[in-house]
């Protein structure tokens, strides 16, 4: 119901400011609403990228291992993650059960495929802060291997820089990658996630 109310109040807006726009780009003609509808419609049908993420539904072990500094060996823990499909298979939502710096961490991610920006995009809270972490990205041809980039403020000002690369090899494995850069330094692999589907 509140996607019909935001598709019929895009759409009124949408038909109101066109005549205004026309006055500027005479070549172009308003959309006709139908065919808005139709648009609409298609954007938010779930397609093979929400089909894959599907898969992943379920109940995951997981071992991380976790980079402070360049050349040091990593800290290693083990956890689990529980996943679930979204709004009729729009969205994956994972919920993180870990440990990170000798401390319980718990973390909510949420990821989809845009169908309009034709973009992967990711959502993350966790224990170790307050702010919303966003990533956004492409993907191979299959749709397996998931490359996003993203920033966040650090603390003592500047941001630090992120690259990771999710890479889903059947619906019983996955693993998580993660590269950061602090302050324009060389990028470092920072976090290793490998999660296996719990028998």
């Excluded at 402070?68 to 990593?74: A, Q, R, T, V």
């Excluded at 291997?145 to 889903?168: C, D, F, N, Q, Y």
């Excluded at 324009?184 to 996630?193: F, H, P, R």
Aim: aromatic fraction near 10%; charged fraction near 20%; glycine fraction near 10%.
């Amino acid at each position: 119901m509140r996607f019909m109310i935001l598709v019929m109040s895009t759409l009124c807006i949408t038909l109101s400011v066109s005549p205004v726009l026309a006055k500027d780009k005479k070549s172009e003609k308003p959309m006709d609403p139908q065919a808005m509808m139709e648009l609409w419609k298609q954007a938010a049908t779930p397609g093979e990228p929400h089909k894959l993420f599907a898969t992943l539904a379920g109940s995951w072990t997981t071992t991380t291992k976790e980079w402070m500094e360049p050349g040091k060996p990593p800290t290693e823990s083990t956890g689990t993650a529980e996943m679930k499909m979204l709004l009729d298979g729009r969205f994956l939502y994972q919920e993180y059960n870990s440990h990170m710096m000798g401390q319980p961490f718990l973390g909510v991610g949420i990821d989809g495929y845009d169908n309009l920006t034709k973009k992967y995009v990711t959502a993350w809270i966790d224990t170790m802060g307050t702010g919303i972490f966003f990533m956004e990205g492409t993907a191979s041809a299959d749709g397996k291997t998931i490359a996003l980039k993203g920033s966040h403020p650090e603390p003592g000002g500047g941001k630090m820089s992120h690259r990771a690369v999710w890479k889903i090899i059947d619906q019983n494995n996955q693993t998580f990658d993660m590269y950061g850069t602090h302050h324009g330094q060389k990028e470092m692999k920072v976090l290793e996630i490998t999660y296996t589907r719990k028998e």
